[in-house]
């Protein structure tokens, strides 16, 4: 199976500043053929489901607003929130879909400095 | 409105048998790969399995092949997950997943279930 890795595991952010989440694969989930890495990204509010931010790496999600932006490719991913908002309190993962085995990461807690 | 609702969770022995279902609504289920996810308590998420859109091919995880059956019936817009021989550490949030409109599985998760508790103790 792909591992996926995230780092930090958690992170303290000021509101209005950056925050910058990784993610790494054990192997890499780019489709060379068709230039799409197999990656998403995704946001789990307290006692809510999981919601996808992200997907093949860098496309936002319907409605999810434009401070989320996702970049990288092969194995090395982030995730980047551009100005923090109070309502990005939350865990985010990263997934690969390229294997028909789904992966996740560990999670990486977002909190407010 | 996409909606998808869990049921069937419960408090299990181990070695027990449960079955979660998902009614979907909102959409046309059998266009759709669908998914199993969960989520242990204070954890990380963790893939079970898929489902193609006419129940001919599936995948689940390692750690529930042989105990753990997904399918589907497309004439009630519905998602199963038949799990027998369960154990402690299957006690998990358990939720219902879209995977993304296409043919291919290698899609992302678009719409997810608000989740079900199944507890597995003696």
């Known amino acids: 199976d792909i591992v996926m890795t995230q780092s930090p595991d958690s992170l303290a952010v000021s509101l209005g500043e950056r925050a910058t989440i990784n993610c790494k694969s054990s192997?890499?989930?780019?489709?060379?053929?068709?230039?799409?890495?197999?990656l998403a990204w995704l946001q789990q509010k307290p006692g809510q489901p999981p919601k996808v931010l992200i997907y093949?790496?860098?496309t936002r999600g319907s409605g999810v607003p434009d401070r989320f932006s996702g970049s990288g490719s092969g194995t090395d991913f982030t995730l980047t929130i551009s100005s923090l908002q109070a309502e990005d309190v939350a865990v985010y993962y990263c997934?690969?879909?390229?294997?028909?085995?789904?992966?996740f990461g560990q999670g990486t807690n977002l909190e407010i400095k | 409105e996409v909606q998808l609702v869990e049921s069937g969770g419960d408090l299990v022995q181990p070695g027990g048998s449960l079955r979660l279902s998902c009614a979907a609504s909102?959409?046309?289920?059998?266009?759709?790969?669908m998914s199993w996810v969960r989520q242990a308590p204070g954890k990380g998420l963790e893939w079970v399995a898929n489902?193609?859109?006419?129940?001919?091919?599936?995948y689940s995880v390692h750690s529930v092949r042989g105990r753990f059956t997904i399918s589907r019936d497309n004439a009630k817009d519905s998602l199963y997950l038949q799990m027998n021989s369960l154990r402690v550490e299957d006690t998990a949030v358990y939720y219902c997943?879209?995977?993304?409109?296409?043919?291919?599985?290698?899609?992302?998760?678009?719409?997810w279930g608000q989740g079900i508790l199944v507890t597995v103790s003696s």
């Open positions: 489902i193609k859109q006419d129940g001919s091919e599936t």
């Open positions: 997943g879209r995977v993304s409109e296409g043919t291919s599985v290698y899609r992302w998760i678009d719409s």
């Open positions: 997934q690969q879909y390229f294997d028909t085995s789904y992966t």
């Open positions: 192997q890499s989930v780019l489709n060379s053929s068709i230039k799409k890495n197999y």
């Open positions: 909102g959409f046309t289920f059998s266009n759709y790969w």
């Open positions: 093949w790496a860098s």
